[in-house]
């Protein structure tokens, strides 16, 4: 009984320790299904930083987490904190101690190298620590509270990086039970691990050629921007109508082939959320085969949280 016993507790340690290799070598391959979900920059307010309520002659703390919960990185970014009278709440640099709030209007200049990759599923991370000066009423009369609509906005240049497989026949007409494959529209996905997605694509297989249209949707919540109008200093409200849901289709890509003849080329205008590119390549051979379809894609995304501020004043 004691030698079934020992047999017993040994096979046991062994179980436990092919399980712990097992884990270790599953986490040094990675996780090859990373480009997933609809996020590039999440903001968020540090609990208490602001508080809901601060008293005159106090500081106003404002901490800002960043996380980038998407697969490329985050370039050229700028943050605004706004909503409040630069007159009343400001760096006062003659209090203690003082402030490091941006000018108003003015950008606060951040960048979020890391990303979610195969290793990282929770991609980068930042915080950003500010505060006012000393808050003071006293060059505005009769004034007892002062609530505060604090909105904080980010503009950002992204990437998005969508692929799946299609099958390209020479010889749609032709039909026979044994093809490799049957030519048919296909899905990306619900999303590429960037706010902007492309959905599917609608395939059409010719003679000679085949024509892919790929629909591209803002699926982060946010607001989409034309890259020239957010270099021409326009975040955060400055955009026009013309300047927001436009990207830029940097290649689309059928197998190791480039596709050039693009409608429209290059920029897309989306509408209501939602915009299309149709592109056409010439095929050869006799035989049906599948191939990878690779789509990048270039815009500025702006996103913003706000919150509700109430300053009290000493009677």
């Not at 390209?168 to 899905?187: F, G, N």
């Amino acid at each position: 009984m004691r030698s079934r016993n020992i047999f017993v507790i040994v096979v046991l340690v062994l179980l436990v320790f092919v399980s712990g290799c097992a884990g270790n070598a599953r986490t040094e391959e990675g996780d090859v299904n990373f480009r997933t979900g609809s996020q590039g920059l999440e903001m968020r307010l540090l609990d208490g930083n602001p508080p809901y309520i601060v008293y005159e002659h106090d500081i106003l703390p404002i901490s800002v987490e960043l996380f980038n919960r998407g697969t490329s990185p985050i370039w050229d970014a700028e943050l605004y904190i706004t909503g409040f009278d630069p007159n009343i709440i400001n760096n006062n640099l003659g209090s203690y101690p003082p402030g490091n709030l941006p000018s108003y209007g003015t950008p606060y200049p951040f960048t979020i190298d890391e990303a979610k990759n195969q290793f990282n599923r929770e991609g980068g991370y930042e915080i950003l620590e500010f505060n006012s000066g000393e808050i003071s009423f006293a060059n505005v009369q009769g004034l007892t509270t002062y609530e505060i609509p604090l909105v904080v906005y980010a503009c950002y240049l992204y990437e998005t990086l969508a692929s799946t497989k299609i099958c390209v026949d020479p010889e749609p007409h032709r039909t026979y039970s044994d093809k490799p494959c049957i030519t048919q529209d296909a899905s990306f996905g619900g999303g590429q691990g960037a706010p902007v997605s492309v959905s599917h694509v609608n395939v059409v297989n010719m003679r000679d050629s085949i024509r892919l249209t790929f629909t591209i949707n803002n699926v982060g919540g946010g607001t989409i921007i034309d890259p020239y109008a957010y270099f021409d200093g326009k975040c955060p409200t400055g955009f026009s109508p013309a300047d927001i849901d436009v990207v830029y289709m940097d290649y689309a890509k059928l197998g190791t082939m480039v596709m050039t003849d693009c409608t429209p080329n290059g920029r897309i205008k989306l509408n209501n959320g939602f915009g299309r590119v149709s592109c056409t390549a010439p095929i050869g051979g006799t035989t049906a085969f599948t191939t990878p379809v690779e789509v990048k894609l270039g815009y500025a995304y702006k996103d913003y949280i706000r919150k509700n501020i109430q300053i009290r004043g000493y009677d």
